[in-house]
C-alpha cells in the first residue's frame, strides 16, 4: 500500500523564522509531489507543487525533492502568524490518471 | 468561475437514512474526486472520475455509490448511513495532464447520530 507520512506535529515556530515541513513516501515510482495548506475548517488549497529533484521556490516558499531518498519537503522563510495551519504532502505515482495519496498533515503554528 | 461547488455544507443523518453530496465543476476538468477527512488524520480517496461515464474505487469505498453522467457533475450517494461515515467529505477536481494539482470543493460536514 502506498504510504506518505508526516509528522503531525504540532511544530512552533517563532514569527520571521524558517519552517521546515517534511514528508516521506513508500512508492518509488512516484513522480508528481504537492504541498497543500489547509487552515481549519476549510477545504485544502494548493501550494506548491515540484516534479524534479532539487528545489523549486516560489515567494516565501520552497520546495526539495530527493527522489533517492523518497523525501520532499517544504521550507517556509520569514514564517508569519498567517501559516499557521495544517500542511498536507500529496504524492501521484504517475502521470496521468493515479489519484494523489495524502499524509496526515503536520500542523503548523507561528507564534507572533 | 465557481470553481467546485459541494451541497450541502452540513447535515445530520439519522443511522440507515441515505443522501447524496453533490458536487459541480464548471473549469471542464475531466478528473474528479471525492475524499473524506476524519479528525487528525489525512485524505482518504473513496471514488474517483476520469471522464462521464467511468467511475472508480478509491481506498475506502464501502457504503458509498458514485455516478459520473457529465463532465461537471459527480454526486456521491451514502445508503444506509452509519456513525462510522461521519466525516467532512471534500469533491476535487484537476484537468487532464497528470502534473496538476487538485481544486477542492468546500466541503461538506456529515454526522450520523
Known amino acids: 500500500q502506498k504510504e506518505v507520512e508526516q509528522n503531525s506535529g504540532p511544530l512552533s515556530v517563532p514569527e520571521g523564522a524558517i519552517a521546515s515541513l517534511n514528508c516521506t513516501y513508500s512508492d518509488r515510482g512516484s513522480q508528481s509531489f504537492f504541498w497543500y495548506r489547509q487552515y481549519s475548517g476549510k477545504s485544502p488549497e494548493l501550494i506548491m507543487s515540484i516534479y524534479s529533484n532539487g528545489d523549486k521556490e516560489d515567494g516565501r516558499f520552497t520546495a526539495q525533492l530527493n527522489k533517492a531518498s523518497q523525501y520532499v519537503s517544504l521550507l517556509i522563510r520569514d514564517s508569519q502568524p498567517s501559516d499557521s495551519a495544517t500542511y498536507l504532502c500529496?504524492?501521484?505515482?504517475?502521470?496521468?490518471?493515479?489519484?494523489?495519496?495524502f499524509g496526515k498533515g503536520t500542523r503548523l503554528s507561528v507564534i507572533a | 468561475n465557481a470553481g467546485v461547488t459541494q451541497t450541502p455544507k452540513f447535515r445530520i443523518l439519522k443511522i440507515g437514512q441515505s443522501m447524496t453530496l453533490q458536487c459541480t465543476q464548471d473549469?471542464?476538468?475531466?478528473?474528479m474526486y471525492w475524499y473524506r477527512q476524519d479528525p487528525g488524520m489525512g485524505l482518504k480517496l473513496i471514488y474517483y472520475s476520469v471522464g462521464a461515464g467511468i467511475t472508480d474505487k478509491g481506498e475506502v469505498p464501502n457504503g458509498y455509490n458514485v455516478s459520473r453522467s457529465t463532465t461537471e457533475d459527480f454526486p456521491l450517494r451514502l445508503e444506509l448511513a452509519a456513525p462510522s461515515q461521519t466525516s467532512v467529505y471534500f469533491c476535487?477536481?484537476?484537468?487532464?495532464?497528470?502534473?496538476?494539482?487538485?481544486?477542492f470543493g468546500s466541503g461538506t460536514r456529515l454526522t450520523v447520530v
Open positions: 473549469m471542464n476538468h475531466n478528473y
Open positions: 476535487a477536481s484537476r484537468p487532464g495532464g497528470g502534473d496538476r494539482g487538485y481544486t
Open positions: 500529496a504524492v501521484t505515482a504517475e502521470s496521468g490518471n493515479t489519484p494523489l495519496v
